[in-house]
């Protein structure tokens, strides 16, 4: 059976980990393939509350395989605060596996990130601060730790202090920081390579073992395409690649082992941090959004921006990814609207019309979102457990997107509950509708 990328659509925080929770269920496992604990997400079983930040999802199902892929940057100490509270919890943590190439943010990571910011003053990209940035960085320099240094105080000694030598300057306010010190962080970091020991393991490996076997797994992105690094809207983009395409290599599988990609996207949009954002509303609208969809960050607990569903950027996605099936969340929130707007193309500083996601960075900028507006409807939908229980004009928003984007939408959020979605008749022509795969 296939492998299946669920990544998502728009700027991040599309209910992309509730999402793939919900479908880790049918795989037999599921790995993060890049981004690290700049991303969150909360799991509500029963009246117990989770909040994740860098284990997959899918953790609590009981030994499922939960995989940390080699394109993941790990915070060494959040992931083990992570695995204590699960355990705290009586969570068995067996499944849990990380790649030993993954690399590790080390302590002078986040001192970084946050003197860029503050060096970039009015211009800064509004990062989470945990050291993502610099980390990717020092990989693609070749100055990376790596989960494998863990477990050898030589090796992990010498990165460190080659690590550390050509930040001198940009280290020396900190020279007095504690968590500096080589021979600290050296022991520190040895500590949590003994804790994270038996879970280290060769995890493109197990993937294609199973893969090779005919099981399913679950390639879960973080973020969302517009904050991707090559495609995004940079500088105003997150370090990594969260579009399908790296499921490939942050896992070590071949395009070959992807049969599905699902696109995750809200039913209206949403971003956090500097950047354009076409359709962002800065009225009360916008604030009805944030309100009634409890529009506050996982990670750092800051106010998203919200705007109007933009079909421009989501269609892009959706090429960009080679989307096959969209899954729209939240679509709740937007009851009680009578109109609702959707951006269908931009309108330029000049007054050209773009109908495709603008490349340049000027036009981009300046873009303003043209919308239409279409009927909205007044029912609660919280209770609605298939198409059929939508009012018209719910759906009829729904055949809007499928229409624009090309691509069908097969599964709809209508509520925080693991139960409140619906699976639409195309949702159940894929591998991971109910009586489809079983793990
Ligand atoms: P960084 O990933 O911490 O470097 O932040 C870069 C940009 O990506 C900032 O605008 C962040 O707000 C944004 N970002 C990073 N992770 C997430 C996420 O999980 N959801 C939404 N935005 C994110």
Redesign the pocket.
């Known amino acids: 059976m296939p492998g299946i990328v669920i990544v998502?659509a728009q700027?991040?925080?599309e209910g992309k980990g509730k999402l793939t929770d919900l479908l880790a269920e049918r795989a037999d496992a599921v790995i993060r393939f890049q981004?690290?604990n700049?991303?969150?997400h909360t799991i509500v079983r029963g009246t117990q509350e989770w909040k994740f930040h860098l284990i997959p999802s899918g953790i609590l199902y009981p030994r499922k395989l939960c995989m940390i892929g080699n394109g993941v940057v790990i915070d060494p100490r959040v992931l083990i605060d992570e695995i204590n509270t699960l355990r705290d919890r009586r969570i068995d943590v067996g499944g849990l596996k990380i790649s030993a190439n993954a690399h590790l943010i080390m302590p002078y990571h986040l001192l970084l990130?946050s003197a860029g910011e503050a060096r970039l003053g009015k211009l800064q990209?509004?990062?989470?601060?945990?050291?993502?940035?610099p980390c990717y960085a020092d990989k693609a320099a070749r100055l990376g730790i790596r989960v494998q240094d863990l477990l050898d105080e030589k090796i992990l000694k010498k990165k460190i202090a080659a690590a550390l030598e050509p930040k001198r300057l940009s280290l020396r306010p900190f020279a007095k920081d504690p968590s500096l010190d080589l021979h600290a962080m050296t022991e520190e970091y040895l500590i949590y390579g003994h804790r994270l020991e038996q879970h280290i393991a060769d995890t493109a490996r197990i993937a294609w073992e199973l893969l090779d076997d005919g099981g399913t797994v679950l390639f879960e992105g973080?973020?969302?395409a517009m904050?991707d690094i090559d495609h995004g809207t940079y500088p105003?983009?997150?370090?990594?690649n969260p579009v399908a395409g790296a499921a490939c290599v942050g896992a070590g599988v071949g395009p070959r082992d992807i049969a599905e990609v699902w696109g995750v996207t809200k039913a209206y949009t949403?971003?956090?941090?500097?950047?354009p954002f076409p359709t962002e509303l800065t009225n009360a609208q916008g604030d009805r959004l944030r309100e009634r969809g409890g529009e506050f960050?996982?990670?750092?607990g800051?106010a998203?921006r919200t705007g109007w569903l933009d079909l421009v950027a989501l269609r892009y996605a959706a090429r960009l990814n080679t989307l096959t099936a969209l899954a729209v969340t939240k679509l709740d929130v937007l009851s009680g609207l009578e109109r609702i707007e959707v951006c269908t193309r931009y309108r330029g500083a000049e007054g050209a019309e773009f109908e495709h996601f603008p490349y340049h960075q000027s036009v981009l900028h300046q873009a303003v979102a043209e919308t239409i507006e279409v009927p909205g409807w007044s029912e609660e939908l919280g209770e609605c457990r298939s198409e059929a229980d939508l009012p018209t004009a719910a759906r009829e928003y729904l055949e809007l997107i499928t229409q624009t984007t090309g691509v069908p939408v097969a599964l709809v959020g209508v509520g925080p509950g693991r139960d409140q979605v619906i699976w639409t008749q195309a949702g159940e022509e894929s591998e991971l509708a109910p009586g489809g795969v079983t793990a």
């Open positions: 998502g700027w991040g925080d981004g690290g700049n991303a969150g990130d990209i509004g990062t989470t601060r945990r050291g993502i940035g973080a973020q969302g904050l105003f983009v997150t370090s990594s949403t971003r956090v941090g500097a950047g960050g996982t990670t750092t800051r998203r």
